[in-house]
């Protein structure tokens, strides 16, 4: 069985422009969840959609920042005008439900780096 | 809120033998729900084993096992038995029951270097 498949692994942006990250998640599951990891924060929860619904988007930076899942097998997260501070391994993760009992189970995440 | 603490940064261990990581957690719940998962070199991160809050029985997986102290707040991975390939970064999780919407908090990290 595939795994949560994240693209692209790796994107240099220039400061200012666009990043669109994208996630598929495990067939069947129902909640997606994205994270942002960083050495000085760790892993910070951003946002996760239940049956491609918006629930929590707490996470999220107010500004730039926004995520969609236009249907069951796929999710993106963009991140518009990027500055530095906005560096970071992006994970996506996936689980049956949202139930707290599921599990996640998460992709190899995608780095960006912005210059 | 629910917060997660590991306080070793890294360990070093010799292969073959037995590693204890520590995690501790808060919590206002009293049904929650704790994981540990592992982040390799590559940048994945894999779930490990977990651990129910209402059950008593430590939970184990292969050569990784649990040491949960409730009134202690702790729960502890143990991995026996180590190998190389063991060489990772180490996250303790939690997920509280009551909460409005199930996130999942990690910890900082343990990292753990397996040498021959």
Redesign the interface.
Known sequence: NAGVIQTPRHKVTGKGQEATLWCEPISGHS?V?WYRQTIVQ??E?LT?FRNQAP??D??MPKERFSAQMPNQSHSTLKIQSTQPQDSA?Y?C?SSFS????????????S?LIVV | AQKVTQTQTSISVMEKTTVTMDCVYETQDSS??L?W?KQTA??????LI?Q?SYKKENATVGHYSLNFQKPKSSIGLIITATQIEDSAVY?CAM???D?S?????????TSLSVVP
């Open positions: 909640a969840f760790g892993l929860f996760y629930i929590d707490s996470g391994v994970l993760a949202d139930r707290v009992g599921n599990t996640l189970y998460f992709g190899e995440g780095r | 929650y729900f994981f998962y590559s940048g994945e991160i894999v779930f977990r129910d996250f997920r509280e029951e909460s919407f199930s996130k999942l908090v990690f910890g900082q990290g």
